[in-house]
């Protein structure tokens, strides 16, 4: 399983939203929707800002999820194959003795 790339917690980047604020790394849970699914992936580092709260994601860690989400993306999948396991024979039960 790949690891999240880490990402400095030191550094912080000016916020383009607001003309004070800093940004900085924080660790958020990250949520998206796969199919009909809803897809929660914690400790997904995020930048935030420091005085108007406001969020993005860091972007290699984006491409990082989209590629593990998308089954078409990125290398195969090594899966094991999953052949059925036929239905265990009921033992040829002898039928009733009728007289
Ligand atoms: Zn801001």
């Known amino acids: 399983m790949k690891t999240l790339k880490s990402v400095d917690p030191l ?10 604020g800093n940004m900085h790394v924080r660790h958020i849970t990250y949520f998206t929707w796969l199919g009909e699914e809803l ?16 969020r993005e994601y860091d972007q290699s860690a984006i491409s990082w999820l989209s ?8 290398h195969p999948t090594r899966r094991v194959k999953r052949t ?14 009728l007289d």
Request: hydrophobic share 30%.
């Open 11 to 20: 550094k912080s980047i000016p916020c383009n939203e607001c003309p004070a």
């Open 39 to 54: 897809v929660t992936v914690p400790n997904f580092p995020a930048w935030v800002c420091d005085m108007c709260g406001k």
């Open 67 to 74: 590629m593990l989400l998308n089954p078409e993306a990125g």
């Open 84 to 97: 059925r396991q036929p239905e265990p024979r009921k033992r040829n039960v002898p039928p009733p003795m």
